[in-house]
Structure formats: structure tokens, C-alpha cells
């Protein structure tokens, strides 16, 4: 087996584990659909945004919760597979550590991509318009995010042992990470104290690159958006790379 087979192998043997896996793909869709439509629409009859629907607003941060939700919490998939002893098989097979995690991370990210477009197209419900170029950037930056969470998650799910303690250290990132990326606020008229919380997560680039594609309203240029996301993903990404290297 070549690496090239072997990281093809890896990919599609999380791709067909998502495909049937039908209830994971409502639920995934569910809970951000319940953010857009129950707190969306309740918060956004007593919030004004400048002309902005405030649905519409936080569209692009619900966008970015289902990609880092889904991405990181994929993670998880390697405990389960360590518990089953899969991971075992797959760690002595003839394959590098690097293969074995980018073919890990690219089921990940294919996960999570099918996820967001299909959130994505729930856009148009709330009056969105797309061009192909706005799809075309939207899902460059839900990749790019997803290469970076997906990473962090498998980076923890290498070092658990049990699913209840995977969940607990996650559920301690991924919240901070999603409330202080101004998903649901405004990030320009923060206290200064917030602000510099909302300005160290890397999250909220991903969630204003989005804003500014999507809807043309950004706090930063949309430039600085993907280049800060993009190291962010660079990191993680070798961060990866060297756990994975390491696992016995």
C-alpha cells in the first residue's frame, strides 16, 4: 500500500462512516438551526443592528459554530477507535504517522464542509442572495477553519482514553472559543477588557472573514481575516502532525 492509497483509505473511511451515520447530520444541523430561529428571532425583536436583520447578522457566526462543533468534536472518533483497538491496526500498518493524520484530518474536514454548505444553503430561507464568488469564499474559509479544529480535536482525542474525558476538555475550549468570537454581538464597541479576550481568538477572524464575505460588514479587512485563520491552521496542523508522530 502506498501513502497516497493509504491516505485515501483513511478519507473514505470516515466519509462512509458520516454517510450513515444519518441521525449525526440532523443533529449537527438542529442545534444551529435552534440558535437561528428561537434566540435569532427572540433577541432580534428588541436588537437593532443598523438596518441589519440581527438573524441575518449572526447567520455567519451560526455558520462558523456548526464548523467548529462538528470539526473539533470529530476528535472524538479517535477514542472510540482506540477503545475498538481500529487505531491499534491503523498505527502499525505500513503508513507514515503524517499520512495516518492527514487522512484522519480530511475526513474531518469533509464532515464538516457537507455540514456548513448545508447550513449555508439554509441562508436563503433568511434572505440571503449568493453569488458563486461569495459560495466560493464562504467555503474556503469554513475549510480553512475546519483544518484547524478538526486538528485540535484529534490532538486531544490522541491523548484520551475515555469519551467522558475527551467531551469535558473540549466542552472547556469550544464554548469560550464560540462566545468570544462576537458570533452573536459586535465586536467593535466591546469593553476594553472583552476586547482583548475576542481579539485572541482565532475563531473570531473566522467568524468576521465570514461576516464580510457573506453580508459586506467586517471589523477587520476580510485579508487580515484569512491570513490570521490561515496561520492559526498552519499551526495546528503541525501541532497535529507532531502528536500523531509521537502516539505509541
Known sequence: MTELDGLYALWYREFKVFLREKSRIVSSLF???????????????????????????????????????????????????????????????????????????????????????????????LGLSYTLLTVAFAMIFMLVLASATVSIGLVIGSRMESPEGFNLIVSFLVFPLFFLSGALFPISNLPSWLSIFTVLNPVTYAVDGMRGVMLGISTFPVLLDFGVLLAFAAGMIVIGSIAFSRMK
Open 31 to 125: 442545534t444551529p438551526l435552534l440558535w437561528i430561529i428561537v434566540f435569532g428571532g427572540g433577541l432580534g425583536s428588541s436588537v437593532s443592528l443598523g438596518g441589519t436583520n440581527y438573524q441575518v447578522f449572526i447567520f455567519p457566526g451560526i455558520l462558523t459554530m456548526t464548523i467548529l462543533f462538528s470539526s473539533i468534536f470529530f476528535g472524538l472518533y479517535i477514542v472510540w477507535d482506540k477503545k475498538i483497538d481500529f487505531f491499534k491496526e491503523v498505527l502499525v500498518a505500513p503508513l507514515s504517522r503524517l499520512t495516518i493524520f492527514a487522512g484522519k484530518m480530511l475526513g474531518g474536514c469533509t464532515d464538516a464542509l457537507i455540514q456548513g454548505a448545508l447550513m449555508l444553503a439554509f441562508g436563503v430561507v
